[in-house]
T-cell receptor, first 110, second 113 residues
Framework: LAKTTQPISMDSYEGQEVNITCSHN???????ITWYQQFPSQGPRFIIQ???TKVTNEVASLFIPADRKSSTLSLPRVSLSDTAVYYCLVVMNRDDKIIFGKGTRLHILP | DSGVTQTPKHLITATGQRVTLRCSPRSGDLSVYWYQQSLDQGLQFLIQYYNGEERAKGNILERFSAQQFPDLHSELNLSSLELGDSALYFCASSVAGDHNEQFFGPGTRLTVL
């Protein structure tokens, strides 16, 4: 079962680019890497998912090196409203347990 | 609004009691997931159903059970409640049985006194 490791917390400033790295050393061939964002007392919200190289959508980019043992979520030009907990999870593309981990608490300062 | 609905929003009960949490997935989604989130444990996956059948099981206690009905709504039953069961319970849904994008509901906050 793939386990992920992320920093517990990060601080940044408005307008900066924020990169959150996640380690997943025992990722399996069929695993996808997915990131969720959660605000207090709300359910998590899907941000982005990828398998390899780079994926970009309207809110974030996901960088995955060739060995896939880590991944980096990149949030361009963050604002105060990006203050949240960000979870990295490794999910097999079939039925299996889902492990969210503790996430990274991102705090954006003015 | 994710399209996933959960009822009730809040629930206060006593130790030893039994409660039922209800979830309606997004229209067209066949999978339903249940999660428990408490302050010290983070977000814990409990169980997944796909089109009425149990698909994956996480750290769900024997005192807890779930089911998914033919209309695809799901219920999570919690019995012999303990103080430690106080938590936010989230339901999520996805289109298929794999673990691609999940849409989370607003949660049910359970307080056991």
């Amino acid at each position: 079962l793939a386990k992920t490791t992320q920093p517990i917390s990060m601080d940044s400033y408005e307008g900066q680019e924020v990169n959150i790295t996640c380690s997943h050393n025992n990722i399996a061939t069929n695993d996808y890497i997915t990131w969720y964002q959660q605000f207090p007392s709300q359910g998590p919200r899907f941000i982005i998912q990828g398998y390899k190289t780079k994926v970009t959508n309207e809110v974030a980019s996901l960088f995955i090196p060739a060995d896939r043992k880590s991944s980096t979520l990149s949030l361009p030009r963050v604002s105060l409203s990006d203050t949240a907990v960000y979870y990295c999870l490794v999910v097999m593309n079939r039925d299996d347990k889902i492990i969210f981990g503790k996430g990274t608490r991102l705090h954006i300062l003015p | 609004d994710s399209g996933v609905t959960q009822t009730p929003k809040h629930l206060i009960t006593a130790t030893g009691q039994r409660v039922t949490l209800r979830c309606s997935p997004r229209s067209g989604d066949l999978s339903v997931y249940w999660y428990q989130q408490s302050l010290d444990q983070g977000l814990q996956f409990l169980i997944q159903y796909y089109n009425g059948e149990e698909r994956a099981k996480g750290n769900i206690l024997e005192r807890f059970s779930a089911q998914q009905f033919p209309d695809l709504h799901s219920e999570l039953n919690l019995s012999s409640l303990e103080l430690g069961d106080s938590a936010l319970y989230f339901c999520a849904s996805s289109v298929a049985g794999d673990h691609n994008e999940q849409f989370f509901g607003p949660g049910t906050r359970l307080t056991v006194l």
